[in-house]
């Protein structure tokens, strides 16, 4: 956490060709820096986040903001210089803040050339003050695993890699859409091993017609390559995908509850702590950007479609991206990249910080409410007194956290902040 400092609008005076949209940005930052609502003593974390929004194809399960790169390319080099001057405009918001992780998004970032992301993460250190062992996270795809590539994208910074694997099953993977198949998934991980001494594995259960025996042996089989960190998520079903317009037959409620026993017991035999609602670690290896969001920190999107979060000493601010890439390159041309930014008001406050911070299960201290909201936690006692007498809430002085009926329900407990 840093202490607050006001900016004058010299901050903006970058030397590069973005200088007047700067100007422009560091206008914006001070109008933002005007007294306000709220009152925060000092300013969270801040992580970045940026969004390569191509993938070879689109999964009929994704709501994610992704783009089939039609003919298997797409415009590296643009794009690239576009994340760059994004970047550059948006210095003046969080200008003196330290970064303290990165995640490249996607899409398929894997897809980037290994010029490419050292490119990448050369402009972002030209212009981004961060530590030297900051986390940085790369999605990657199975289909896309080239050893030579991944040992550039480790040379270029790259320290931890976060990758699709969703099943190790052929007819599940087919199912799922996925261009690799149970072989292709394995090297993957082999590649990893061979690379990184921090990864994450992602699958996914309650899978079109999968059978309890198949969820365990996906993850026994991802356990067996002892990865330091497991993300698994039910399937759902989003809205606008085209798992939604044609869903699958999936397993019932009872069966994807015994999945999700079955989870929690594997887990914890093998020493994996499941820390938030998907994600499973080894000691010492939580994912730290996530639980940024998780802890109601900042973060800046760069990339179609990316959002950000950003606080100042009184108010906290929400951005949007253009979504689609060739609207958002055209948009940063223009020097405005932001197509959408609001202020998050005082009664909304509490509904998203409870919204991230219910999914860490071992809670949260009281006094991460009033540091991360600028407001005292009696703006939502009522709620919280309503969801402990029902049994979805733990709280005494030092913890706030949600029952095991409260993780189970989560939902439900997260809707009783709506409002507050």
Not at 266 to 279: I, K, P, R
Request: charged share 20%; aromatic share 10%; with cysteine.
């Amino acid at each position: 956490m840093i202490p607050i400092k006001v900016v004058g609008a010299k901050a903006a005076q970058t030397h590069t060709h973005s200088h007047g949209h700067n100007q422009a940005a560091a206008g914006t930052a001070l109008h933002y820096l005007q007294p306000g609502a709220l009152n925060l003593a000092a300013l969270p974390p801040l992580s970045l986040y940026i969004h390569f929004p191509w993938c070879v194809r689109k999964c009929p399960y994704c709501d994610f903001n992704s783009h089939e790169a039609k003919g298997g390319g797409f415009p590296e080099e643009e794009y690239l210089a576009s994340l760059r001057s994004d970047l550059e405009m948006a210095l003046p918001l969080i200008w003196g803040r330290r970064i303290h992780t990165i995640f490249i998004g996607g899409g398929t970032p894997s897809l980037m050339s290994a010029a490419g992301l050292d490119r990448l993460l050369s402009d972002v250190r030209t212009l981004l003050p961060m530590d030297a062992d900051t986390e940085i996270t790369m999605e990657a795809n199975p289909g896309t695993f080239e050893a030579e590539k991944f040992k550039s994208y480790r040379a270029s910074g790259i320290n931890r890699l976060s990758i699709g694997i969703q099943s190790f099953n052929a007819e599940h993977l087919s199912a799922l859409g996925r261009i690799h198949d149970g072989g292709e998934a394995r090297r993957a991980v082999e590649i990893a091993l061979a690379n990184f001494d921090n990864f994450n594995l992602d699958l996914m259960y309650a899978l079109p017609t999968q059978t309890l025996e198949q969820a365990r042996e996906d993850i026994e089989t991802a356990m067996s390559f002892k990865p330091p960190h497991l993300s698994l998520y039910h399937l759902t079903m989003e809205p606008n995908t085209l798992f939604a317009k044609y869903p699958p037959v999936l397993p019932d409620d009872d069966a994807s509850a015994d999945m999700q026993d079955m989870i929690a017991e594997l887990t914890a035999a093998q020493g994996y702590g499941q820390y938030e609602v998907s994600a499973y670690a080894q000691p010492g290896h939580r994912a730290k950007h996530n639980l940024n969001y998780w802890h109601f920190g900042d973060y800046l999107g760069i990339g179609a479609g990316a959002h950000s979060k950003i606080s100042f000493p009184h108010r906290v601010l929400r951005q949007a991206r253009s979504k689609q890439p060739k609207a958002y390159m055209e948009a940063v041309k223009a020097g405005n990249p932001v197509q959408e930014e609001y202020e998050i008001g005082r009664g909304e406050m509490g509904f998203e910080f409870m919204l991230n911070t219910l999914r860490l299960h071992e809670g949260f201290e009281p006094n991460l409410f009033s540091e991360r909201t600028g407001l005292s936690i009696n703006a939502i006692e009522q709620q919280l007194n309503a969801a402990e007498a029902k049994g979805l809430l733990y709280r005494d002085y030092n913890l706030i956290k949600p029952t095991e009926l409260g993780q189970r329900f989560l939902n439900d407990l997260q809707q009783m902040f709506l409002g507050s």
